[in-house]
């Protein structure tokens, strides 16, 4: 720990937060995390953002048009980069471009280019990157064509993915775009001036922003970053930190220091990922269906998660999902998932016999560095319920991330936030057989066939009929045990106001009231 700073500092107008990790990448065609989302966040911004309801606000674009198959956007005149050169539309070619050309071997960040036109056969080898459907009609005026009408589209081009970059500084890195703050550039509410890593950044107030009037904050320093959640909380009742978002390590010692304790909902869930190619142990069926089963997670989200507002559930869609008329939970009911240790024993027998293995090698159970307790926790219980050896394979959160891309384990814990999207695409399409999130290689040509009709139609009622089957086959194939939906629990010293939690974390609004 560094040495005592000021949580809320009203004389210089700035505030000191903390990261539980290591954003591992600020290059917004890489990212795929939360936490570098969370910083290029407050550093960059796209043609729009998510407002406090949700809704679409304007960014770097002023107005737009949309079509089934078009959609045209306006680029304010006053939107600069950190250094006071102009934004204009081909900073937003570029940046799609880079994104979808195989040379930048983007991943998770590709998720969603399939709406823009000819954006899945550039992935793929089969066409120039020039030919993406996006164009600079002029400086300020940008023209994208889709491959599909996306009613969502806008919520997409919220994303990082989707923020500006300016080519002649991005190829002026020579590779090292994102790595330092000397290797980035911004065009959001703040700038990056320092990143010591592992340990902090500093953020000052970016007086080129064109909204520049509605930023309050003058500073923000992440002054830790550390997995050591006890310190951060010690650090929190010294005054040294303005917000501290709790863990379920923390919680207990938070309430009885009498701390005020917040929350938010999100539009996340977390789940544990069954590695499904050929020769991983857990590919055999009966064995996922054994673990799932044998798995208490009640005991699991209830008293090792236990974080309030945090709920168990059965689905892959979140209850912020919205079906035909409503929330899509209460209108396509997912399957419930026993808990039966008895029947788990059976199946566990049965997938023996089908291995012909008298003991189930030993499994790996990847986990990183902030959810110890939780994968101690799966460890115990399989252990004791079916005499499973899981090994822990301890990683930090980047190379936790790397080695799940990899297909590095057996089991991991993995969890996924749709942020303002409240369509059921994203979480169903994470198990496309060739989704970028699909970690365990899960491949169901049905499923294929399901989220193909989802793109294809309009129909509402179609369109939800498909992720409700979609669901009930994530249910019969076991790629996942859904666990819990996750809930945002903090402290935060009452002199900030205007921070941002729900749709999406996002403290740029923030300002002090002495």
């Known amino acids: 720990m560094q040495t005592m700073a000021l949580g809320v500092d009203v004389e210089n107008n700035r505030i000191t937060i903390s990261l539980q990790t290591e954003p591992p990448n600020l290059d917004s065609s890489l990212s795929e995390d939360t936490t570098s989302g969370f910083v ?43 250094d006071g050169e102009p934004i204009v539309a081909k900073d937003f070619v570029y940046s799609w471009r880079r994104l979808v050309d195989p040379k930048t071997a983007a991943s998770g960040s590709t998720f969603f280019t399939y709406v823009l036109d000819n954006a899945s056969a550039i992935l793929a080898g089969e066409m120039p990157v020039t030919s993406l459907g996006v164009e600079a009609i002029d400086d300020h005026t940008l023209r994208v064509n889709l491959s599909r009408p996306v009613p969502y589209l806008l919520t997409i081009l919220s ?62 320093d992440i002054g830790y970053i550390t997995s050591d959640v006890r310190s951060l909380l010690n650090v929190y009742r010294s005054n040294e930190l303005a917000l501290l978002r709790l863990s379920e390590e923390i919680l207990d010692d938070a309430v009885d220091s009498g701390f005020r304790i917040k929350k938010a909902p999100t539009n996340c869930l977390a789940w544990l990922i069954m590695n499904m190619r050929p020769g991983k142990v857990t590919s055999n069926l009966k064995l996922r269906q054994a673990i799932r089963l044998a798995f208490d997670r009640d005991s699991y989200v209830n008293t090792i998660v236990g974080l309030p507002g945090t709920r168990k559930i059965d689905s892959v869609f979140t209850r912020r999902v919205k079906g035909v008329k409503g929330s899509f939970q209460k209108e396509y009911p997912a399957p419930i998932i026993d808990f039966n240790i008895e029947r788990a024993r059976v199946l566990l027998a049965q997938a023996k016999l089908e291995m012909g293995v008298d003991e189930i090698p030993p499994i ?37 991330i790397a080695k799940m891309n990899a297909g590095s384990f057996d089991i991991a814990r993995a969890g996924f936030c749709g942020g303002g999207l409240r369509d059921p695409v994203f979480f169903a399409g994470i198990f496309v057989s060739n989704g970028t ?45 859904p666990t819990h939906e996750s809930s945002y629990v903090y402290l935060e010293d009452d002199r900030l106001k205007g921070t941002m939690r729900y749709p999406v974390v996002n403290f740029s609004r923030g300002y002090i009231n002495p």
């Open 40 to 82: 290029l966040g407050l550093i960059n911004e796209g043609l729009v953002r998510i407002g406090r309801r949700g809704e679409i606000v304007p960014g770097v674009a002023e107005k737009w048009q949309l079509g089934d198959r078009e959609a045209i956007f306006w680029l304010r005149k006053n939107a600069l980069w950190s």
């Open 437 to 481: 999130f699909n970690n365990g290689e899960y491949d169901n040509p049905n499923y294929d066939d399901l989220m193909a009709i989802t793109h294809s139609t309009a129909n509402p009622v179609t369109r939800m009929d498909a992720f409700g089957q979609l669901q009930q086959l994530l249910f019969e194939d076991v790629p996942i045990i």
């Open 159 to 220: 994303g990082t993915a989707y923020f500006p970059l300016r080519q002649s500084f991005v190829e002026a890195q020579n590779g090292r775009f994102g790595a330092d703050a000397e290797n980035l550039i911004s065009n959001g509410p703040f700038k990056l001036d320092v990143w010591v890593h592992s340990a902090s950044i500093k953020l000052s107030r970016n007086h080129k922003y064109w909204n520049d009037k509605s930023i309050k904050l003058d500073a923000m």
């Open 364 to 400: 790996v159970l990847l986990a990183n560095e902030t959810r110890q307790i939780e994968a101690e926790f799966i460890q115990a219980q399989l252990g004791s319920a079916l005499g499973l050896d899981i090994k822990v394979d301890k990683q930090t959160f980047k190379q936790a």
